[in-house]
Structures are given as C-alpha cells and as structure tokens.
C-alpha cells in the first residue's frame, strides 16, 4: 500500500460524524479539518476527537491550502453549491446524496471535473452495502448468468423530520435505489417514464406542489436490453424503512428481505421447485478494505448508541458501507483513477430521480437524460 497522505475536511458534522473515526483510522488520510455551523457542537466533536482545525464557515475552510479534499454531508439543498464551490477552490470533492437539487448544478460539477481533472464521487451507501456486494461478486463472477431485469425501492416515513423534507417529491432523493440497479452492471440510463400514485395529506403538497405518495419509474438503460424498476416512498404509505434491491438473471436472482434484518432470498434455476429458493446472510465485504478500518463494517463508529445518527435507527447502518466508501475515495486519489460513481456517473443517478418526477408530473412522459451525463 502506498505510503501516500490524502489531506481531508468533513464538512457537516449530524451524518457527516459517522466518518471521523473511519477516516482518522484509515492509513492514506489525514482528518485535518472539520466544519459546522454549529461552534459548540463543532469545537465538541473536535476535542473529543483531537481535531485542531474547526470551521464554522465553509468559504473560509475552501481558502485552506492544507486541505486536498472535501467530504459533504450537508443538507441537500446545499449539496450542488457546496460541491462546485469546492471544485472551483481546486479541492477534491466527495459528497453525500444525492449529487444535487437540479440538472443544471449537476452539469456544472461535471463540467468542472473535467476542465479541472479534480475528482468529484457521490457516497451512495446502497452500492457498498454489504448486500449489493455479495450480488455484485455473483454477477462478476457469472454466477446470475445473463441478467434480465433489476428491480429496487427506498420506502420510508418521513413525518416528522424538519426542514425540507415535508411533501418531498419521492424520486428527488431517488439514489438509494436508482443507484444499485445502475451500479450492478455500471450501466447508464437512457431515459425514463415515470408514474405517481396516490396523494398525500393537503398540507404537505403545498411545500413543492407534488401529490403523489409513490412515485414509480422505469429505466431503459444506454446500449443495453436491460431495463429496471425503482419506486420510492416519503410520506402517507405504511412501511417499515426498506432500501431494497433485486436481481434477476438466468442462472439466479437474489431478493433483498420484506423485512429489515431478514435473510436475501436466492433462486437456483432448474432445481426443483420447492428447492429453488433459499435464505443466504449476506456475508461481510470487510476483506476489501484496509485492516485499520475494517471493524467499522460491523460495528458503529462510537461505542455507545448516544450519538448515532437516524441512518443507524432507521437504515441499520447502510449495510457496513460506510468504511467501503471512505476507502474508495481515498484510494481513488492516492492512485489517480476513477471512483464509483464518478462526477458523470453521479449525474446519471441522481438527474434519474429528477428528471422522473417530471415525467410523473407529465403522466408518465418519456424522458431522455441529458447528453452531459452519458460515456
């Protein structure tokens, strides 16, 4: 492994927490900043964990020349403005989903990665979770065979949460489950059709004028016979927390469980019918990464549950992927190549969901996505 230092500021301290431990630990980085509006909250977490450099301004900590690169964890609003300031400071850029609000912002940080050569990847939980992991090694292994179909879902109650989440349009927080149907094959999506379903309660559609409970999509992918289905939920629809992802080929299909913390449900073709499925635990991927911070895939970044975030409570710790992504950025940068997913790839997810809810509104219109998004 190379002995090489990536220099590297968290910005946004609620999620953004869970990564102090991991990327202290981890051999090629060096955690040399924080940053949260919140000073007492701020200077709490950087004593704790004996961060010198605290920023409760985000344009002052871009001015830093110590600091390589930027991992956000803000709220998504600030997710596209956030990214482009940092690319045009000359920082590396990882950032928490989805990669932004709008096509355009989406653009504009690719086209800066590319003028730049900067390094821009979005941390999409779902592609590193120990779940998608296993079925990405059946299928690179050739294990599914030819794949015919894949299938995903990101269903979740959001009452209660503040800010700008009521009335939400369920496909503007689409990457969850557009991402593993994309990822599996790094496939690209074409265009889309997508349908609402269902209304929500008066008083959350007035906050972005969309009614629909369910939005559901299809996805034609690029160069390919492939097409996938993802639907999302956010509010008025009864449903415990499920990121979900489901394959299927020729040889097998993996479901993802009905219920959190239930096993994957693997069909074997031409067996017998009442053998053709089986219970598989998704095993551990923590062999893919550094020993230093291995132990995070299975194990909270605190030793105590005080501190953990909603995804913990909730998402069940995205499934170990955590230190996978923490791994794959820095990594990219040490050696100079590409992360999944990419400035490119990040727009392709994430301009799915967007541009899927316009087609909803449209009543199921086909959509191409952008030029800008494409290889």
């Not at 030819?146 to 927080?173: C, E, I, R, T």
């Not at 923590?286 to 911070?293: D, F, S, V």
């Not at 969901?353 to 009543?363: F, Q, R, T, V």
Request: glycine share 6%; with cysteine.
């Amino acid at each position: 492994m190379s002995d090489k230092k990536i220099n590297v500021a968290i910005v946004g301290l609620g999620f953004g927490a869970e990564f102090i431990p991991i990327y202290l630990k981890h051999p090629n980085a060096n955690l040399v900043a924080i940053s949260q509006r919140n000073e007492s909250k701020l200077n709490e977490l950087a004593d704790a964990f004996g961060i010198e450099k605290r920023y409760t301004d985000y344009d002052e900590l871009l001015k830093d020349p110590d600091i390589d690169a930027v991992h956000i964890n803000t709220p998504i609003p600030d997710h596209g403005i956030q990214s482009i300031k940092a690319l045009k400071a000359g920082k590396h850029v990882a950032c928490t989903v989805p990669m932004a609000t709008t096509v355009e912002e989406c653009e504009e940080i690719v086209r800066l990665t590319e003028e730049t050569g900067l390094t821009y990847m979005m941390m999409e939980t779902v592609v590193y979770a120990r779940e998608f992991l296993y079925m990405k090694e059946l299928y690179d292994n050739g294990e599914l065979g030819k794949v015919q179909f894949l299938k995903a879902s990101h269903q979740q109650d959001m009452d209660g949460w503040p800010n700008y989440w009521p009335g939400l349009p369920p496909m503007h927080y689409a990457t969850h489950c557009v991402g593993p149907v994309l990822a599996l094959t790094r496939g690209e999506a074409e265009y889309v059709s997508c349908f609402g379903s269902g209304t929500i309660r008066e008083e959350l559609i007035g906050h972005y004028n969309s009614p629909f409970a369910v939005e559901t999509t299809h996805i034609k992918f690029k160069d390919s016979d492939l097409s996938a289905q993802v639907y999302r939920s956010l509010f008025d629809v009864a449903r415990q927390y499920r990121e979900s992802f489901e394959v299927y080929g020729s040889k097998k299909s993996v479901e993802w469980p009905l219920i959190e913390g239930k096993p994957l449900v693997v069909h074997t073709a031409k067996k017998p019918e009442p053998e053709i499925p089986e219970e598989i635990e998704s095993p551990d991927f923590a062999k893919l990464l550094p020993e230093e911070i291995q132990r995070f895939t299975t194990q909270g970044v605190y030793d105590t549950d005080d501190n953990q975030h909603l995804s913990f409570t909730q998402g069940a710790g995205h499934g170990g992927s955590h230190p996978h992504l923490v791994h794959v950025f820095v990594d990219a940068l040490v050696k100079d190549t590409s992360p999944y997913p990419n400035a490119k790839q990040s727009a392709n997810i994430t301009c799915v969901g967007i541009l899927a809810h316009e087609s909803a509104l449209k009543g199921g219109e086909i959509i191409k996505l952008p030029e800008f998004t494409l290889s």
